[in-house]
Structure formats: structure tokens, C-alpha cells
């Protein structure tokens, strides 16, 4: 039995229903947040709790719920279920309303899901290798928010699936933005690259460890614009998020990056955030 948070109550998941006229379904008019569970330890908490204030304020969605009020119902879901590791998703819509509208009404009340599932993969020593294929970004302008509005991004997961490949990276103006569900890396003469933050893209949590990492180990780093060539000819491709960590990407656009295998910095960066993630593992 899965247990899920819907509004105000612990239920089981198979019995939890919203309104067909909540604001998320008709409009996308909500957020979310992935939370990993190891150990039944949520990792960098206050980090998403953040992320998620920023974005609720960003819709002008107001919540009555504090954040540790917030913290402590995560905590709750996540004991609840048994897996010892898992992803919980937080979903907050702007609330069901009576009559559909695009503008809405002060007083609606916002809808809060938040349910578990097991993590299949957790972030581990093997050396697990993907591959990507690139496509030009058709994404909204405001893809810093992390909104439910995913339609290109399902689009983009169907299309690397069809091409039987595990991610596909996003190019604007021939400029890396990221991928369908991650942030990206590449590294080149000993040094890493990744897109800024000013460049239309997701600030996810797993980048932001990532790039803690690269000041404690004093590695050679810089933020800065890609172009698809850099991309290709770069020595080390990497992606980050939530659900699956660091992994390299080795193909892209069925040409190989490097040596076809995770590069040195790769498995140096990675050794770094296991040590995170076991950390988290005894808090
Ligand atoms: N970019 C996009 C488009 C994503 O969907 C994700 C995963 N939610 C990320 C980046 C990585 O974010 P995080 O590390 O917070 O999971």
C-alpha cells in the first residue's frame, strides 16, 4: 500500500481524487518539487524548500502551511512508506475552482499532493554510461520555475525513447540550455563547464551540491555559455538531477564523447557525492 498527502490527510494512494476542475489539470497552474529519500533521510530538504518558496511566490500562490509544517508532513510520507529509499514528489496547484477561468479567484484554496515512490536506481559505485541526443529547446522562457506545465519535456522524453537513447539535451540559438530532465556538465582540458543559471534553466538542487563539491575539492570550474560545438568536442559530458545523481553521458548524437567511457573527473566528482548522499544517510 502506498500512502500519499492530499490536502489535509494521510491516504492511501489509489483513493486519493481531485477536483477534474483543479487549476493544475485545466492550466498547468502549479509546481512541483523530487525530493530523494535514502535511508529514509530527505537529502538538501531546505534546499527544495526553498526552491519551492521562490517558485510559489514567483505564481503568487500562498499556501497556509509553514515550511516546517511542510518538512515534517515529507518526513511523515516518508515513513509511512517502507522503502528505505525513495523520490517524493510535491505537487501544489493554485486550487480547484467552480467555474473554469484563466484568472483567478483570491480566495482559492491550493491544492497539495505529495506522494512516494521507490527509487529504482540509487546513486551508486558502478559505472553506469547513458546516451543523449541533442534537439533545439521549445520550452517556455521562464524554465528557471519548476512548473507542471511539462509538455515539452514529455515531448522530448518520448522522442530519446524512440531513439532508444536515455536523455536528450536542449540547445537554444546554439547554446546548451539542458536536458528534458536535468542539468548539464561537460569538461574540457581538466576543466568543467556548465550553462549559468541566467540561461533560461532549471537551478536544481543536485547542480548546486555538484558545484559545492568543485569549491571543496578546489577544481578548475566556470559557469559560462556552451555552444554545440564545445559540446561535441568535449572530453567528459555529464547530467545531474534528483532521481539518478551524476551520470556520464558517453553518445551523443551517436557520436562518442572522450574515450566512450566516464571520464577521471567524473568518477573523482562522483566518489565526492556518494560521500554526500551517505552522510545524509546516518543524519
Ligand atoms: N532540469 C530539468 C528540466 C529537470 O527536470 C530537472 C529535474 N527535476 C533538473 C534540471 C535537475 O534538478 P534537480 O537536481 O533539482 O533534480
Known amino acids: 500500500m502506498t500512502v500519499c498527502y492530499l490536502n489535509d490527510d494521510f491516504v492511501e ?92 479567484k483570491k480566495d482559492t484554496k491550493p491544492t497539495l499532493f505529495i506522494c512516494s515512490f521507490e527509487m529504482k536506481s540509487v546513486p551508486n559505485k558502478n559505472n553506469d ?55 548539464v556538465f561537460c569538461v574540457k582540458e581538466n576543466k568543467v563547464y556548465t550553462p549559468p543559471l541566467d540561461a533560461n534553466i532549471l537551478p536544481g538542487i543536485t547542480r548546486k551540491v555538484i558545484l559545492e563539491i568543485f569549491e571543496e575539492l578546489k577544481l578548475n570550474f566556470e559557469e559560462k555559455k556552451i555552444d554545440e560545438e564545445f559540446l561535441f568536442e568535449s572530453d567528459e559530458l555529464w547530467i545531474t538531477n534528483t532521481t539518478k545523481g551524476i551520470l556520464p553521458i558517453v553518445e551523443l548524437n551517436e557520436k562518442i564523447i572522450g574515450d566512450g567511457t566516464p571520464g577521471e573527473l567524473y568518477q573523482y566528482v562522483k566518489q565526492a557525492f556518494l560521500k ?6 546516518v543524519l
Not at 43 to 61: T, W
Not at 145 to 174: P, Q, R
Open 129 to 183: 554510461t547513458i546516451k543523449a541526443i541533442l534537439s533545439s529547446d521549445i520550452r517556455w522562457k521562464k524554465s528557471s520555475i519548476k512548473s507542471t506545465s511539462l509538455l515539452a519535456n514529455v515531448l522530448y522524453k518520448i522522442k530519446a525513447e524512440e531513439e532508444g537513447v536515455d536523455e536528450l539535451l536542449m540547445s537554444d540559438a546554439g547554446y546548451i540550455t539542458e536536458g528534458a530532465v536535468s542539468n
Open 13 to 104: 494512494l489509489s483513493k486519493a481524487s481531485i477536483s477534474p476542475l483543479d487549476r493544475g489539470f485545466l492550466f498547468g497552474d502549479s509546481v512541483y518539487e523530487v525530493f530523494a529519500a535514502y535511508n529514509k533521510n530527505l537529502f538538501r530538504l531546505d534546499d527544495h524548500i526553498n526552491r519551492l518558496n521562490k517558485n510559489l511566490e514567483f505564481l503568487g500562490i500562498k499556501i497556509n502551511i509553514s515550511d516546517s509544517q511542510i518538512k515534517s508532513i515529507l518526513k511523515e510520507v516518508c515513513l509511512k512508506n517502507f522503502e528505505e529509499n525513495q523520490i517524493i514528489y510535491l505537487q501544489i496547484s493554485r486550487g480547484a475552482e467552480e467555474i473554469r477561468n484563466h484568472i483567478p
Open 276 to 281: 554526500k548522499i551517505e552522510d545524509c544517510k
